[in-house]
């Protein structure tokens, strides 16, 4: 069972990126899926989570209108986080990960599959 993250980078502030997030070895399509940032010193934070569906969506509030998730549950059950209109606030690893439908999106701890990471970095 693996999530793998992918499309990090650098990026100028103002400019966008794409992240991806792609399952393997299970079907994640009954599950919520979602986005978390980590920065050194500080605690994974939730970014936005997306219903197995995909119709409902849920985002920290620094993001909304920058950010968007979205998924595909027949491409590998992969997730997607298209982020507009980058800061440097955004600069951080984010990760993705996936859990049932019972509980709260906005804990780490109700989350029970995780990728590996990948750093976004945006510069002023």
């Known amino acids: 069972v693996q999530l793998q993250a992918s499309g990090g980078g650098l990026v100028q502030a103002g400019g966008s990126l794409r992240l991806s997030c792609a399952a393997s070895g299970r079907t994640f399509s009954s599950y919520i899926r979602g986005w978390f940032r980590q920065t050194p010193g500080k605690e994974r934070e939730f970014v936005a989570a997306i219903s197995w569906s995909g119709g409902s969506t849920y985002y920290t509030d620094s993001v909304k209108g920058r950010l968007t998730i979205s998924r595909d549950n027949a491409a590998k059950n992969t997730v997607y986080l298209q982020m507009n209109n980058l800061k440097p606030e955004d600069t951080a690893v984010y990760y993705c990960?996936?859990?049932?439908?019972?509980?709260?999106?906005?804990?780490?701890?109700?989350?029970?599959?995780w990728g590996q990471g990948t750093l976004v970095t945006v510069s002023s």
């Open positions: 990960a996936a859990k049932t439908a019972s509980g709260s999106v906005y804990y780490t701890e109700l989350h029970d599959y």
